[in-house]
């Protein structure tokens, strides 16, 4: 029922800021709670934001490793899930990936949709 594609990737300076948009199909976006999920060679998948359904926006969740540098947000009227990141150090360099689920916790561990990632690259 929900089909994503991530971007907004690309190489970027230690300090800099990208901001990752996921883009779903359909009409359904809006009953799923959505995550953003992380992926560099040799390391386990980390998530590192989610977001819960609201039509105010509604609550998040943060991997200590981002908190108060990455915000998540989303916007309901374009199908679209967000993540703006600031201060971005080399060690948040990988394959980002956007997920939901219907269910929040369930996003946070195994979510039942995937998109296909995009990669993003911090310099020291």
């Known amino acids: 029922q929900v089909q994503l594609v991530e971007s907004g990737g690309g190489l970027v300076q230690a300090g800099g800021s990208l901001r990752l948009s996921c883009a779903a199909s359909?009409?359904?976006?809006?009953?799923?709670?959505m995550g953003w999920f992380r992926q560099a060679p040799g390391k386990e998948r980390e998530c590192v934001a989610a977001?819960?359904?609201?039509?105010?926006?509604?609550?998040?969740y943060y991997a200590h490793s981002v908190k108060g540098r990455f915000t998540i947000s989303r916007d309901n009227a374009k199908n679209t899930v967000y993540l703006q990141m600031n201060s971005l150090k080399p060690e948040d360099t990988a394959v980002y990936h956007c997920a939901a689920d219907q269910n929040i916790n369930k996003v946070l561990a195994s979510p039942d949709y995937w998109g296909q990632g995009t990669q993003v690259t911090v310099s020291s």
């Open positions: 359909g009409r359904t976006f809006s009953s799923y709670a």
């Open positions: 977001i819960s359904w609201s039509w105010s926006g509604g609550n998040t």
